[in-house]
């Protein structure tokens, strides 16, 4: 399977209520970073996960956490969840050795309401 | 003052019109310099790729670096509706994990 893919595509949450995104990486990567991208800003950082080890993480408070599994697919879980939540959550990956750059999956569309 | 700005637009160009789509930066730390491309309800979609300072060139599109001015930009020739989304900057440093995003500029190509 090519290509990153993200699940699911759109969400409704109430504030205060948690939430599991999922992302399945480009086949032979093994770095994945998730992104929050509010409406008509650029993507933020969150973490990023290199062979199942948190090494990199953006100001994100600790109700931000996730996880790499040993294929590589990853997930990322927010707790407590704030109206200021709401964004486009983008996952992307690459391999250890390339830097120039992710493929990014659509994106998982979270609305808390 | 943001590490990345970006000319936020909208920028709307009539088809075939030369665009150009800029950024500049405060830390010079950073190496590596991408240009995505976002369409609507999409992930955003690398484009072009520099290290460093200087020009690179693929197809219609050319990226230019000035690490001296902190300041880089963007090309697209003979602009098509298709080029209509948005166009975001993205850098990071040598060691850095994470790429630093601007805030992305959108445009219109008007057929």
């Known amino acids: 399977e090519t290509g990153v893919t993200q699940s699911p595509t759109h969400l409704i949450k109430t504030r205060g209520q948690q939430v599991t995104l999922r992302c399945s990486s480009q086949s032979g990567h093994n770095t994945v970073s998730w992104y929050q991208q509010a409406l008509g800003q650029g993507p933020q950082f969150i973490f990023q996960?290199?062979?199942?080890?948190?090494?990199g993480r953006g100001n994100f408070p600790p109700r931000f956490s996730g996880l790499q599994f040993p294929n590589y697919s990853s997930e990322l879980n927010v707790n407590a969840l704030e109206l200021d939540d709401s964004a486009l959550y983008l996952c992307?990956?690459?391999?250890?050795?390339?830097?120039?750059?992710?493929?990014f999956g659509s994106g998982t569309r979270l609305t808390v309401v | 003052q943001k590490e990345v700005e970006q000319d936020p637009g909208p920028l709307s160009v009539p088809e075939g019109a030369i665009v150009s789509l800029n950024c500049t930066y405060s830390?010079?730390?950073?190496?590596?310099f991408m240009w995505y491309r976002q369409y609507s309800r999409k992930g955003p979609e690398l484009l072009m790729y520099t290290y460093s300072s200087g020009n690179k060139e693929d197809g219609r599109f050319t990226a230019q670096v000035d690490k001296s001015s902190k300041y880089i930009s963007l090309f697209i020739r003979d602009s098509q509706p298709s080029d209509s989304a948005t166009y975001l900057c993205a850098m990071r440093g040598i060691y850095g994990q994470n790429f630093v995003f601007g805030p992305g500029t959108r445009l219109s190509v008007l057929p």
């Open positions: 996960y290199y062979r199942e080890e948190e090494n």
């Open positions: 830390n010079s730390a950073f190496q590596y």
């Open positions: 992307a990956s690459r391999s250890g050795g390339a830097f120039h750059g992710y493929t």
